[in-house]
């Protein structure tokens, strides 16, 4: 069974550019998550998907970031502007849905340098 | 407030030392919690489940437990091949979504 897939793996840009990030998530999950993750701290979600309706998007900073899961399947996320303070691994999973919360699988993530 | 705490911050082993990691949260109405593996440049890899107080999961060295309060990850003789950052994740807030603790790193010394 093949896994979560994200690209790019590393992007570096300039405050104030966009950057989008690309995720594909296990074949069959209905719900996908974006998170955060700052070096050392633990990921920090940032919107939720199930099936292609936002369930969670409460921590999402809507000024600049968007995102969007087409179809039911892919799902992308953008910065627009960028600002330093958005260094960090972005971090596609995916889960099972049902009754009870199911375990998430991650991409490798995509770590992002802002200068 | 609902909160998920992880200790140690660091734990650095010798080869065959065993000791455990402790994940705790105010959760009230636990819908179970979850224990990651996630190695330097990689997403979380998922290890265990727990449901219930009282339950047990193995795997290899690795031993997670789950009360009313929190839950340990025992690891039996460690090896250095299990270095990693661990981390707890629990069920706060809607449906399907999860709050993950802050990780403990743990280096295992050959």
Not at chain 1, 31 to 54: A, D, E, H, R
Not at chain 1, 55 to 82: C, H, N
Request: contains cysteine.
């Amino acid at each position: 069974e093949a896994g979560v897939a994200q690209s790019p793996r590393y992007k570096i840009i300039e405050k104030r550019q966009s950057v989008a990030f690309w995720c594909n998530p296990i074949s069959g999950h209905a719900t996908l998550y974006w998170y955060q993750q700052i070096l050392g701290q633990g990921p920090k979600l940032l919107i939720q998907f199930q099936n292609n309706g936002v369930v969670d998007d409460s921590q999402l900073p809507k000024d600049r970031f968007s995102a969007e899961r087409l179809k039911g399947v892919d799902s992308t996320l953008k910065i627009q502007p960028a600002k330093l303070e958005d260094s960090a691994v972005y971090l596609c999973a995916s889960s099972r849905t049902g009754r009870v919360t199911y375990e998430q699988y991650f991409g490798p993530g995509t770590r992002l340098t802002v200068t | 407030e609902d909160q998920v705490t992880q200790s140690p911050e660091a734990l650095r082993l010798q080869e065959g030392e065993s000791s455990s990691l402790n994940c705790s949260y105010t959760v009230s109405g636990l819908r179970g919690l979850f224990w990651y593996r996630q190695d330097p440049g990689k997403g979380p890899e998922f290890l265990f489940t727990l449901y219930s107080a009282g339950e047990e999961k193995e795997k290899e060295r690795l031993k997670a437990t789950l009360t009313k309060k929190e839950s340990f990850l025992h690891i039996t003789a460690p090896k250095p091949e299990d270095s990693a950052t661990y981390l707890c994740a629990v069920p706060i807030g809607g449906y399907q979504k999860v709050t993950f603790g802050t990780g403990t790193k743990l280096q295992v010394i050959p």
